[in-house]
């Protein structure tokens, strides 16, 4: 959809819907909906005045205008009680407006925005609006061929902005579009078929990404990371057919000599549990355990797009876990990247294997923080629910700097404890550690097995089962693949450039 920002005024504006957005406990009509009203003779305030319309979160009523403004109808949606207000109510009610458009076959439409809606600043409202607008009209359309000619898009959204609000609008709109095509690009990443995504596929488009600038991508195949002993990855590697890929993406935003941040993504392309082999049931999703994956190198993307000021590396380590005659067994011992043994006690636990690797590559970096993204356990669901990332980590003020990330976002994060005791669960007889602590605290343990590879730097955890894969619609996830993280590792990247 393409998304233009235009001087003027919306009651002037040629459309085939204009959206007007009012609260619920508004008690008259202000600004570009009063002069809507008045050019109408009324016609918004007598479909109010009728309780057709109460301004409920994102209620929806459409009006046809009659040729009495150059639109062809006035559409209305509902914001809440004003004192309720916040950005995450802007995305839904904005998503949720142009999914009901989209499905009258409306393909364009404008609105202008009330930047005084609520106390946040003008960018970030602006920014809500458009992500709002943007991701909840999301569809993965790509294998579809019967019925193509039925599937409806929007393919224009006109934002108005009056003089001197035109440059603080069109820099935020500039901003949302790249952030949301940095959603789009992970979505689709998981969206794929496992048959298609594969590690080596993964890799090729880590390699479009860096055709940006000061974007540059290596791949270790599998005899280099046999060579340097990644022996946790290359064990979860060897049940499968297709070849593992350590994927490095790094942005240049700053001089060399700058200490960069590091993202590490998990990369299961499928995810059958190896001999541990998960229950059929829903297993299809499988092809989702690389949205971690997807999400870093999105946002080395985004960063790219953004042009930040930082340095930033990416670590994506991708394989697929699949059972076979070659593939590692309960009760092997593994010798790390790091140099530490790992005992195999459930093969299902392969996350943190080459997460664990990748982690420890991290260090060579001596980076200014470590940040690593995946959908690493089952029991973050049962403790979390699907809405909510579990966050773990070994550094205050990391952790507080992805919450404030998060309540920007609607990305929200909830912490989990990371005490030493939990270690004791993860230890081996035999080897150094082993990868499973049990079921008992299993989030938490999965976490402490991480941290045993992190070194001394400032590192956070982002457990993101739950929310990664969607059921069922939501507000501004359409079902399936979310994208979740791309948002929130951005909008902290972009506060470090602020410090």
């Known amino acids: 959809m393409k998304i233009f920002v235009k001087k003027g005024k919306l009651q002037d504006i040629k459309s085939q819907a204009v959206i007007l957005a009012l609260f619920q406990d508004q008690k008259e009509l202000t600004g570009t909906a009063l002069l809507i009203d008045q050019a109408c003779k009324g016609l918004i305030t007598e479909f109010i005045n009728n309780g057709d319309f109460t301004g409920k979160p994102s209620q929806i009523s459409v009006i046809y205008t009659r040729g009495?403004?150059?639109?062809?109808?006035?559409?209305?949606?509902?914001?809440?009680?004003?004192?309720?207000?916040?950005?995450?109510?802007?995305?839904?009610?904005?998503?949720?407006?142009?999914?009901?458009?989209?499905?009258?076959?409306?393909?364009?439409?404008?609105?202008?925005?009330?930047?005084?809606?609520?106390?946040?600043?003008?960018?970030?409202?602006?920014?809500?609006?458009?992500?709002?607008?943007?991701?909840?009209?999301?569809?993965?359309?790509?294998?579809?061929?019967?019925?193509?000619?039925?599937?409806?898009?929007?393919?224009?959204?006109?934002?108005?902005?009056?003089?001197?609000?035109?440059?603080?609008?069109?820099?935020?709109?500039?901003?949302?579009?790249?952030?949301?095509?940095?959603?789009?690009?992970?979505?689709?990443?998981?969206?794929?078929?496992?048959?298609?995504?594969?590690?080596?596929?993964?890799?090729?488009?880590?390699?479009?990404?860096?055709?940006?600038?000061?974007?540059?991508?290596?791949?270790?195949?599998?005899?280099?990371?046999?060579?340097?002993?990644?022996?946790?990855?290359?064990?979860?590697?060897?049940?499968?057919?297709?070849?593992?890929?350590?994927?490095?993406?790094?942005?240049?935003?700053?001089?060399?000599?700058?200490?960069?941040?590091?993202?590490?993504?998990?990369?299961?392309?499928?995810?059958s549990g190896g001999i541990s082999i998960k229950p059929a049931e829903k297993m299809d999703e499988m092809k989702s355990d690389m949205s971690g994956g997807a999400a870093v190198m999105a946002t080395i993307m985004v960063a790219a797009d953004l042009r930040l000021p930082l340095n930033i590396i990416g670590l994506i380590p991708a394989t697929e876990n699949m059972p076979s005659g070659t593939a590692y067994k309960p009760g092997d011992i593994l010798k790390s990247y790091s140099g530490k043994t790992i005992e195999i006690v459930n093969t299902d636990a392969e996350g943190r294997l080459i997460l664990a690797d990748a982690l420890a590559y991290a260090s060579k970096y001596k980076p200014v923080a470590i940040i690593d993204v995946a959908t690493l356990t089952g029991a973050c669901i049962i403790a979390l629910g699907d809405d909510l990332i579990g966050m773990l980590g070994t550094d205050e003020k990391l952790k507080s700097e992805i919450n404030k990330a998060a309540r920007t976002t609607g990305e929200f994060v909830w912490e989990l404890p990371l005490w030493e005791s939990y270690s004791e669960l993860i230890k081996s007889d035999i080897a150094d550690y082993k990868n499973s602590g049990g079921r008992a605290a299993s989030t938490i343990t999965a976490a402490a097995f991480l941290s045993k590879f992190v070194g001394d730097f400032p590192w956070v955890h982002l457990d993101i089962a739950g929310?990664?894969?969607?059921?069922?619609?939501?507000?501004?996830?359409?079902?399936?693949?979310?994208?979740?993280?791309?948002?929130?590792?951005?909008?902290?990247?972009?506060?470090?450039?602020?410090?």
């Open 68 to 271: 009495a403004i150059p639109a062809q109808r006035i559409t209305l949606v509902g914001l809440g009680k004003k004192s309720e207000i916040n950005l995450e109510k802007i995305r839904t009610a904005f998503s949720k407006v142009m999914q009901h458009l989209r499905s009258l076959n409306i393909k364009e439409a404008a609105t202008s925005i009330d930047l005084n809606m609520l106390s946040e600043k003008e960018d970030k409202i602006v920014q809500a609006v458009v992500e709002g607008a943007i991701l909840g009209l999301y569809q993965y359309t790509a294998y579809k061929t019967v019925g193509r000619e039925d599937i409806r898009e929007m393919e224009q959204f006109n934002i108005i902005a009056e003089g001197e609000k035109y440059s603080v609008v069109e820099s935020a709109v500039k901003i949302a579009r790249i952030i949301a095509g940095g959603v789009y690009l992970a979505r689709d990443l998981i969206s794929a078929p496992s048959n298609e995504m594969t590690p080596s596929v993964m890799a090729q488009k880590a390699g479009e990404i860096a055709r940006r600038k000061n974007v540059t991508c290596k791949v270790l195949d599998r005899a280099k990371m046999k060579k340097m002993e990644m022996n946790a990855l290359l064990g979860v590697a060897s049940g499968s057919n297709e070849e593992p890929r350590f994927i490095i993406l790094e942005y240049s935003g700053s001089s060399k000599s700058a200490a960069p941040v590091v993202l590490v993504g998990k990369g299961l392309t499928f995810d």
């Open 467 to 499: 929310p990664a894969w969607c059921g069922k619609d939501k507000s501004y996830i359409p079902k399936g693949a979310s994208g979740v993280a791309v948002r929130l590792l951005t909008e902290y990247l972009r506060n470090c450039t602020h410090k």
